[in-house]
């Protein structure tokens, strides 16, 4: 049993994909090539969002987004306590002033009633990270950010086929904020076979500004229009990507199958799941429990593989702790230490998903 087995969940479309790398190789075609737009077009269109701009990560996805905004240096930007280093570093790299706001009980997303406490006449920007595959209440938020000129960037970095169910358009993720980000990292919902991301925007100029701060900020060779970064998607990931993009849907619906099975089956008083919504894709399913050391010794013991995601929340990582002044924030400490995460593999057999949820039951 694995955690997640990307070989044998690509196996069927392997041949494909070497036919199309080949392809790229002898045609010479490798940096913002032809397939490279052509993801570019089929990643927007399934996003409902008229544009999409291939970089080099995640990370940079985040950054470069955030410079798109051009917001005054030292703004005020609100983003989750309980997510990866990434989303709180390219707030920091960007000049403006990282504020933390605590997740919700029991579920992996920002509080919106948290965010509505912290706003001030500073805050420029609010980052909405759909953390696990669950997205974040966005209808609420607009409602609170009415008359506002807040901008929101969403980090959907594990949230690929997503939606926001509270919304009467039931927007998909994506097509919420001014722009949205992911990450192509292998292990999310739709990886590559090495490090690619993506913004998402329907803003013509937004969309104008990154394709140039992307590329030394040059759309033309050798003209520079702007001080911009070396972060672009490359032919061969994007060639791969494109090519699993068509099965996305059918294997979030695998996690999402398996998700129901955990819900419904593990019933044990020392274990507590958090608060999914349907539209959920599940990239991580999460447990908590009040013994955490002794809950993941047991797992390993009975060789059942689990992960952490994240052991800290961003106010504890070491290179940053002086910045948030020992502030606390409870329902995302909870989560990040209590927290365990659950094979998420999509392609576990029912029976595997039985083991897994009859060896916790027994857990005391």
Request: charged share 25%.
């Amino acid at each position: 049993m694995k955690f997640l087995d990307l070989y044998s969940q690509d196996k069927p479309i392997l041949n494909k994909i070497n036919k199309d790398i080949n392809k790229i190789i002898i045609n010479s075609d490798f940096i913002l090539g032809k397939k490279t737009r052509e993801f570019e077009q089929e990643f927007a269109k399934y996003c409902n969002s008229k544009f999409a701009i291939g970089c080099g990560n995640g990370t940079d996805a985040l950054y470069i987004a955030i410079k798109a905004l051009n917001l005054p240096k030292g703004s005020e930007v609100l983003l989750p306590a309980m997510t990866w280093c990434s989303t709180l570093f390219a707030v920091i790299q960007a000049g403006l002033k990282p504020i933390l706001v605590d997740i919700e009980e029991n579920s992996p997303t920002i509080s919106i009633d948290e965010i509505k406490k912290k706003i001030t006449k500073r805050t420029r920007l609010i980052i909405l990270v759909h953390l696990y595959g669950e997205s974040c209440k966005f209808s609420k938020l607009k409602k609170i950010l009415k008359n506002k000129n807040i901008k929101i960037i969403e980090d959907a970095a594990q949230a690929h086929g997503s939606y926001d169910i509270s919304s009467k358009k039931k927007l998909k993720v994506g097509s919420m904020g001014d722009m949205a980000c992911f990450s192509f990292y292998p292990g999310k919902n739709l990886g590559a076979y090495g490090d690619g991301g993506a913004i998402v925007t329907n803003n013509k100029k937004y969309y104008n500004f990154i394709i140039k701060f992307r590329n030394m900020g040059s759309k033309i060779k050798h003209e520079h229009d702007l001080v911009g970064v070396n972060s672009r998607l490359d032919s061969i990931q994007a060639s791969i990507l494109s090519n699993k993009l068509k099965y996305l849907d059918y294997f979030n619906e695998k996690r999402k199958s398996i998700a129901k099975l955990y819900n419904e089956l593990i019933v044990n008083k020392s274990i507590s799941k958090l608060n999914y919504s349907s539209s959920c894709v599940y990239h991580q399913y999460v447990v908590i429990t009040s013994k955490p050391r002794k809950f993941r010794n047991y797992l390993k013991l009975n060789k059942i593989p689990f992960s952490r995601h994240y052991p800290e929340t961003l106010n504890n990582l070491k290179v940053v702790k002086k910045m948030f002044k020992n502030k606390k924030y409870k329902n995302s400490e909870i989560l990040a230490h209590n927290g365990t995460s659950l094979p998420i593999n999509p392609l576990l057999k029912k029976k595997d998903i039985l083991k897994i949820c009859n060896i916790i039951n027994k857990f005391n």
